[in-house]
C-alpha cells in the first residue's frame, strides 16, 4: 500500500513538472508571436500604403491598357496570398524556437545543478523523489534538444524570410511600374524596352522562381536506439 501510495505521489511530481514546463513553453510561444506582430507593424502597414495605389492607380488613359492593369492587379494578390503564407511560417518558427530555445535554457541549468548534487555520492544515494525529478529534467532536456533539431527553427527561419523578402521586392516592382506608367521597371536592364505584356511575362517567371512551400522536418536526425547503441 505504501508502495502504491510512493508510485502515485512520483507520477504526480513527474506530471507537474512536465506540465508546468510545456505551460512555460507555450506562454513563451505567445509572447514572441505578439512580439512579432509588433515587430512587423512597419512593414504590414508599408505593404497597405502600396496596395492603396496598386488597387486604385492613378494612370492617364494612355498609359496601360485597362485589362492589363487588372492583370498586374490579379498578380499583386497572388503574391500577397504566398507572401503572407511565408510570413504566417516565419511568425510561427520564430516562436517555437524562442520558446523551445528558452526552456532548454532553463531546464540545461537545472539539470546542470542536480549532476552537482549527484556528483558527490551518485544518483542511487539518493531519495526517490530525487530521481525522479531528476530523470524527468532529463527527459524534457533531451526532448527540447531533439525538437530544435529535428524542427529546424533556424533553417525554416532564413528560407521563409527570404522567400517573403523576394516575393516583396517582385510586388514592388509592380507598384513602381505601376506609378511611373510603364516607364521604369525596377529590374529591367534597359528602361523604355518593355512591352507591358513583356513586364507581365517577367512577374510570371520571378513567381514560378520563389514559388515553393518551404517547410522541412529533420526526421533523419532523430537517433534509433541502436544507433545510440553504437555510438556508446
Known sequence: ?????????????CLS???????????????????????LTPYIEGDAQ??????????????????????????YHIIKSKKKHHLEITKLMN????????????????????LIRVADKGLQAKSILFRTVFYTILSLTTFFGVL????????????????????????LKIYNYLITEGRNDLGADTVGNQTVDDF???????INVINNITFGIEHERIKSADDILKDD
Request: aromatic content about 8%; cysteine-free.
Open 1 to 13: 500500500m505504501q508502495d502504491r501510495k510512493t508510485r502515485l505521489i512520483m507520477a504526480g511530481v
Open 17 to 39: 513538472i512536465v506540465i508546468g514546463t510545456l505551460a512555460f513553453f507555450y506562454i513563451q510561444v505567445e509572447i514572441a508571436k505578439k512580439s512579432a506582430i509588433r515587430i
Open 50 to 75: 502600396i496596395e492603396k495605389v496598386i488597387n486604385n492607380p492613378n494612370l492617364s488613359s494612355e498609359a496601360i491598357p485597362k485589362n492589363k492593369v487588372e492583370t498586374l492587379k490579379t498578380q
Open 95 to 114: 516562436a517555437y524556437y524562442f520558446g523551445s530555445t528558452l526552456s532548454l535554457a532553463i531546464l540545461t541549468i537545472v539539470l546542470a545543478v542536480l
Open 148 to 171: 530544435i533539431q529535428v524542427l529546424d527553427h533556424k533553417e525554416n527561419i532564413a528560407i521563409n524570410k527570404a522567400t517573403f523578402i523576394a516575393y516583396s521586392s517582385t510586388q
Open 200 to 206: 507581365i511575362t517577367s512577374i510570371n517567371q520571378e
